[in-house]
């Protein structure tokens, strides 16, 4: 694999047959040109495989390229070697600066320095309400929001345009998520289906109050309708009665008097 225009990892797997202080020696170069580079690797605790990382391969990557792995050890040498084209295992960085702007979803160019000025896009992207994912080729640094009433996750991933047969894909980026647009009709009915009810729950208050206070009337105060129950027999309606019929005046006979000058009879 190729990153940043001259990095190169590799790995490969040790037989088992291999000895225990077997060595292995990496080289690469152009084709049918004299091997550049070469470095010896030792096998340490039982490695299985073994992995190369090389800063700086040092010729353009179009080029058809040789990587061989010699095994050493201390009776024989085994020689394997492959033949590829570098930029069909270029792996470009994550495009950057994702965002959304309006109906779009916007991001920029992998950073770093590559083989090739031109990207190819793939948007994956994910309906919230369902979970639905789907993953769609895009030319542009772009992609259109074809419906702003769902809600959506978004990743984006690059390759470079080598003009040849394939590359490989980057890494994918962070999620992004595309909120879905307010919908204003909705927007309305909801704000005056609250309004109604708020009416209509205004309308039972007042009415249940009204109810209610024909049916708790105020009762009315004896003591003010009955003088003298209260204040001289403690509420004893009895004995207020009885002593009503006691006190009642009984009209006095007359007796009739006849006078004369000086003299009463």
Known sequence: MF???????????????????????????????????????????????????????????????????????????????????????????????????????????????????????????TKRSTNVMKIENVTSNSWNIENRKQSYSVKVRARINNHLDFSIWSDWTEAVIAEAEPNNFQMLIMIAVVFAFIILMSLVIFTCRKSLDKLWQPIPDPEMKFKGLFDYHHGNFQEWINAKSLGAKIPEECITVTVEDGIYA
Not at 41 to 65: A, E
Not at 92 to 109: C, F, L, M, Q
Not at 112 to 125: A, D, E, M, R, T
């Open 3 to 125: 990153y940043y225009y001259q990095q190169m990892t590799c790995t490969w797997g040790i037989r088992a047959q291999a000895p225990a202080d077997a060595q292995y020696c990496l080289s690469y170069g152009i084709s049918d040109v004299q091997n550049t580079q070469s470095r010896t690797i030792s096998r340490k605790n039982g490695w299985r495989n073994v992995t190369c990382h090389v800063q700086d391969v040092g010729f353009n990557l179009f080029n058809v390229m040789q990587i061989c792995v010699t095994e050493l050890g201390q009776n024989f040498s085994k020689l394997h070697c492959i033949d590829l084209t570098p930029v069909n295992y270029y792996k470009v960085s994550p495009p950057i600066n994702i965002r959304v702007k309006e109906n779009e979803v916007i991001w920029d160019e992998p950073e770093g320095n590559h083989p090739s000025h031109g990207f190819y896009y793939q948007i994956q992207v």
